[in-house]
C-alpha cells in the first residue's frame, strides 16, 4: 500500500497523467534500498515464495500452550512466463 501511494505521489509531483515504470523503479528504490529492484531485473532472476500453509489459531488449546500455528511458505521460486 505504501508502495502505492509513494507511486501515485511521484506521479503527480512530476506532472505526468499516467502512472509509469519509472514511478515503480524509484518507489521501489526508496523503500527497500537494500534490496534489487524488481522493476529491472530480467524475469529469469526474480523469485517469489508462495504459501505453502497458512496461519491458524486453535482457540481450544492448552492455557501453556501457543494457540497461533506459524504459516509455512517453500523456498524461493523462479518466477516464469
Do not use: W
Not at 10 to 36: Q, S
Not at 58 to 79: H, N, R, Y
Amino acid at each position: 500500500m505504501i508502495t502505492c501511494t509513494l507511486c501515485i505521489y511521484l506521479c503527480i509531483n512530476e506532472k505526468y497523467k499516467t502512472l509509469t515504470t519509472k514511478h515503480l523503479v524509484k518507489a521501489f528504490g526508496v523503500l527497500f534500498p537494500d534490496v534489487p529492484n524488481l522493476f529491472t531485473l530480467p524475469v529469469a532472476e526474480i523469485t517469489a515464495s508462495e504459501v505453502e500453509r497458512y496461519s491458524l489459531y486453535k482457540p481450544e488449546s492448552a492455557q501453556d500452550e501457543d494457540p497461533f500455528i506459524a504459516g509455512l511458505l517453500t523456498g524461493c521460486l523462479l518466477v516464469s512466463f
